[in-house]
Structure formats: C-alpha cells, structure tokens
C-alpha cells in the first residue's frame, strides 16, 4: 500500500518534475490518511443512559428520575481524529 508510493513519487519526479511529485505526494498521502480513518470508524461504543453513569452528584430528585429515564439518553463514545 503506503510503499508502493514511493518508487511512483521517484519515477514522476523524473518525468514531469520535482514540485509536481511533492504535490502528488501530498495529495495521495492525504488520501490514504482520510481512507485509513474512515475505514477504522470514529465510533468507538454506542450506550444508553442506563448503562453509562456521570460522575457528577445530583440531589435525589434528578438521580431518581435520571435512573427512571436512562434509556432516553444515547451515549456515543468516539475514536480517532475528527475533522
């Protein structure tokens, strides 16, 4: 994959030219670093309320209708670079 970039890089820069090749480089290692993280997810889990709890203190009230209406609030834990 990423390997096969570079004696490509070489045979461009002899054809066409230095700055063009460092251009094409740019270009196809963005594109393989956008596909790499696109194929990995940014996703990590999906949870409810009722299987993920905050760590902050509520008074009684909040708590008991937070225990009560869990299943309400979707949790979504991301990975990776987010643009």
């Known amino acids: 994959g990423e390997w096969l970039i570079v ?3 070489s045979l461009f820069a002899f054809v066409v030219g230095v700055l ?6 740019l270009a196809l290692s963005t594109f ?12 990590k889990f999906i949870a409810t309320g009722t299987t ?11 708590a008991e209708w937070l225990d ?3 299943n309400l609030i979707q949790v979504m834990v991301l ?5």
């Open 68 to 70: 009560a209406n869990g």
């Open 32 to 43: 393989i670093f956008v596909a790499t993280f696109y194929r990995s997810g940014v996703v």
């Open 52 to 62: 993920v709890h905050s760590t902050t203190e509520r008074n009684i009230d909040d």
């Open 7 to 9: 004696p490509i890089l």
């Open 20 to 25: 063009p090749a460092v251009a094409l480089g």
């Open 79 to 83: 990975q990776n670079y987010l643009f």
